[in-house]
């Protein structure tokens, strides 16, 4: 005989079978320019956020990608922009299970940014439409263990002056200033995003103002290579 107790846990299988579905069919709707512009710079964020929970817990959502490449073979609506790192280890759209069409991305060893990035990100949010920009480092970072260490290595060396602020920023942590104390690697690591975050406003007045008018949100973020957890700084 059906039990009431066995109705009760079949009705929640289906509940949450339907509920899963209803997330990967929104998840692997691609952006269009209603979508992204009823898309507000705080649902944006949360929408990496979820993302990311999915990824670190191990239940990334598939889609048909050949799909989304001829849902946007006419145009792009991406709702954020995400900087990051060239480490192999931290590809932003599996970071935050994004797909194709999602986000705009910018990598550069050690997520600095520079005048260039700066000008891309503009494009990405005042004419592109996106609506957060996110600044993504990682732990156990190579560039900035190169920094921690004054590597020198063709035009490497110039690059690596890019952490110098925070390289200053972090003189209080305590013991030897080389890329084997790990808690002085992670400090700069964690000001190096912060103040990557902080420079896009102090140099943009396009990306201030977007920001002014609640139409934008910065936020930098920490990706731990070893669980795939990203923690907002």
Known sequence: MFS?????????????????????????SVFTPDRQKATTPE???QLLKDGNARFAAGKTVNCDLLAQVRATSNGQSPFAVVVGCIDSRVPPELVFDQRIGDVFVARVAGNFVNDDIIGSLEFATK???????VVLGHTECGAIKGAVDGAKLGLLTKMLENF???LEASRAVEGERSSKNKKLVQAV??????????????RSEILRDLVAQKQLVIAAAMHDIGTGSVKFL
């Open 43 to 45: 649902s944006a964020l």
């Open 127 to 133: 004419l592109a439409g996106a609506k957060a920009i």
């Open 4 to 28: 009431r107790r066995a109705f009760f846990i079949s009705s929640a299988a289906v509940s949450f079978a339907t509920a899963s579905a209803a997330t990967a069919q929104d998840a692997c």
């Open 164 to 166: 110098n602020p925070s």
């Open 189 to 202: 690591a964690d000001t190096n995003a912060v103040l990557a975050a902080k420079k896009l406003t102090d």
